[in-house]
Structures are given as structure tokens and as C-alpha cells.
């Protein structure tokens, strides 16, 4: 069993900068991926970004790259993502979810989630 609770969310304008974290506790051994995935009202799941255990090997959502870095301090057991040049198009609903699979974008390759922190750019 793996708990994960995400925290940094808020109302920026656009332009700016936002650090979400995602803090985890249990069985977070067999977590070979963790994730983070956002959704808005009437919209997809859709991925945004992904890291190892090791922080070896990161994955980004091409609307992303070069706008957002994952990380994780594995001592802390916490997972990151700093979002800079935040965009209108960035507001939604952020997840952290982890998956025992190598590697994965798919929402349904994930099993345990976080409750959600929302971000809101402004233009």
C-alpha cells in the first residue's frame, strides 16, 4: 500500500512558477514509476510527466518539455514538479500516481493516486 498526499497547488498568473509536492508512505519499494498527471473540467486524464526510482530515466508531455522538471528526493520520499512559464492552459487538477511498471504514460498502468492539488493560471 502506497498513501500520497500532494501539496503546492494555488492561483499564479501566467508567466510564473508553481512546485508541487507529493509526499509518500508505505510499500514505496516496488514503485518502479512515479507520475504526475493532470486533469480539467471536461477534459482527459492527461499525462504530464514521469521519473524512475532511481531519478535515472524522466519522461515529459511534449506541452511540457522545457516548461517543467520532475524530481525526487528518495530520503524524503517526495516527489516534485517545478512548472515554470505557467500558461492558461496549465490549470487543472495535478495528481502524483505510481505504477511498478519501467515505464508509463497510461493512466490505467497506475494504481495508487494522490487526492489532487489544484493550479489556476490567470492571463
Known amino acids: 500500500q502506497v498513501q500520497l498526499v500532494e501539496s503546492g497547488g494555488g492561483l499564479v498568473q501566467a508567466g510564473g512558477s508553481l512546485r508541487l509536492s507529493c509526499a509518500a508512505s508505505?510499500?514505496?519499494?516496488?514503485?518502479?514509476?512515479v507520475g504526475w498527471f493532470r486533469q480539467a473540467p471536461g477534459k482527459e486524464r492527461e499525462f504530464v510527466a514521469r521519473?524512475?526510482?532511481?531519478?535515472?530515466?524522466?519522461y515529459y508531455a511534449d506541452s511540457v518539455k522545457g516548461r517543467f522538471t520532475i524530481s525526487r528526493d528518495n530520503a524524503k520520499n517526495t516527489l516534485y514538479l517545478q512548472m515554470n512559464s505557467l500558461k492558461p492552459e496549465d490549470t487543472a487538477v495535478y495528481r502524483c500516481?505510481?505504477?511498478?511498471?519501467?515505464?508509463?504514460?497510461?493512466?490505467?498502468?497506475?494504481?495508487?493516486w494522490g487526492q489532487g492539488t489544484q493550479v489556476t493560471v490567470s492571463s
Open positions: 521519473i524512475s526510482w532511481s531519478g535515472a530515466s524522466t
Open positions: 500516481a505510481t505504477t511498478g511498471a519501467s515505464a508509463s504514460t497510461r493512466p490505467d498502468e497506475y494504481i495508487y
Open positions: 508505505g510499500r514505496t519499494f516496488s514503485s518502479a514509476t
